[in-house]
């Protein structure tokens, strides 16, 4: 998934672009590509504009005419905690713990 980048790497790339290089420059003088660093960037910039470094998921679907009653939450996390757990057993048989 993402790559994560050492605090050395952040300012160095912070002076760099500061300095009026390009993100594929960057990205050569860093060993990365210049998708990387230009996808660094927007990602810097986005959480500079929301203010927050973490926003909760986006609910997909359309949302819900009625609330949910207390009872029927519980049924979906009891759903929800049987799947997960037939996950993590398939995973130890797989992995010949059990």
Same mark, same amino acid.
């Given at each position: 998934?993402?790559?994560?980048?050492?605090?050395?790497?952040?300012?160095?790339?912070? =002076?760099? +672009?500061?300095?009026?290089? !390009?993100?594929?420059?960057?990205? @050569?003088?860093?060993?990365?590509?210049? #998708?990387?660093?230009?996808?660094?960037?927007?990602?810097?910039?986005?959480?500079?504009?929301?203010?927050?470094?973490?926003?909760?998921?986006?609910?997909?679907? =359309?949302? +819900?005419?009625?609330?949910? !009653?207390?009872?029927?939450?519980? @049924?979906?996390?009891?759903?929800?905690? #049987?799947?997960?757990?037939?996950?993590?057993?398939?995973?130890?048989?797989?992995?010949?713990?059990?």
């Amino acid at each position: 998934m993402g790559k994560h980048y050492t605090a050395w790497e952040r300012e160095e790339m912070e =002076r760099l +672009r500061q300095g009026g290089q !390009t993100y594929r420059a960057i990205g @050569k003088q860093m060993d990365r590509s210049g #998708e990387q660093i230009r996808e660094y960037f927007r990602r810097k910039q986005k959480k500079a504009q929301t203010g927050t470094s973490l926003e909760p998921p986006k609910r997909k679907g =359309r949302p +819900r005419k009625d609330p949910l !009653t207390q009872q029927c939450e519980y @049924k979906l996390r009891i759903k929800e905690l #049987e799947r997960e757990n037939d996950l993590l057993r398939s995973f130890l048989h797989a992995a010949g713990r059990r």
